[in-house]
């Protein structure tokens, strides 16, 4: 199976990459210690720098993963909404919106998460974004179970070998 990752402007076929064949990966021993955002990025991902760059210290995270998972779900356009109902540059599940329609259980979802109006707000999204982010590394151990749990709950592990091959190549 051949998967697609956006790249930029552009959709990118890799025939290399295949859910059976990308390797499980954990997040780099010396990621605390990567500060800088590659200068590989795209200008619509360059814009955010600065800010990718205090959250990535912030959550001890590499700057080029939370860029990755920027330009994978949004291109770096702010004002992003899918059609499943996420919103802004890291593409979050708002608890109001269409993501109320999710039930699980006896309860949406998404109840305690932020509202459209905060995720429409770059910084607002980076942070909550990196925080899930995070939490889903420190849960599982694991980037690509981390990236699995943040990605969409229909697709498998596509989305997570998606974002790790666009990782590397920025790396």
């Known amino acids: 199976m ?12 890799s025939p290399h990459i ?14 605390s210690r990567i500060n800088a955002l590659s200068d590989k990025f795209p200008p619509s991902i360059q814009t955010w720098r600065e800010l990718i760059e205090k959250t990535a210290e912030k959550y001890q ?30 593409q979050v ?6 993501a109320a329609n999710f039930i699980c259980g006896a309860h949406p979802c998404f109840e ?16 909550y974004g990196s925080h899930l982010l995070k939490n889903f590394i420190n849960k599982f151990g694991d980037l690509r ?4 749990a943040y990605g969409p709950m229909d697709i498998g592990y596509e989305y997570s070998d998606i974002v790790l091959s666009i990782y590397s190549s920025f790396q």
């Not at 051949?2 to 076929?13: A, C, E, K």
């Not at 179970?145 to 699995?148: D, F, G, I, N, V």
């Open 2 to 13: 051949m998967l697609l990752f956006y790249h930029g402007t552009t959709w990118i076929s």
């Open 18 to 31: 295949t859910r059976e064949s990308s390797p499980v990966q954990s997040l780099p021993q010396n990621a």
């Open 61 to 90: 995270l590499d700057p080029n993963l939370i860029a990755t998972v920027v330009l994978q779900e949004s291109g770096g356009e702010p004002s992003a909404y899918s059609s499943s109902g996420a919103v802004g540059l890291m």
């Open 93 to 98: 599940m708002p608890r109001d919106g269409i």
């Open 112 to 127: 305690s998460r932020p509202e459209i109006k905060e995720l429409l707000i770059p910084e607002f999204n980076i942070d």
């Open 145 to 148: 179970e981390a990236l699995h």
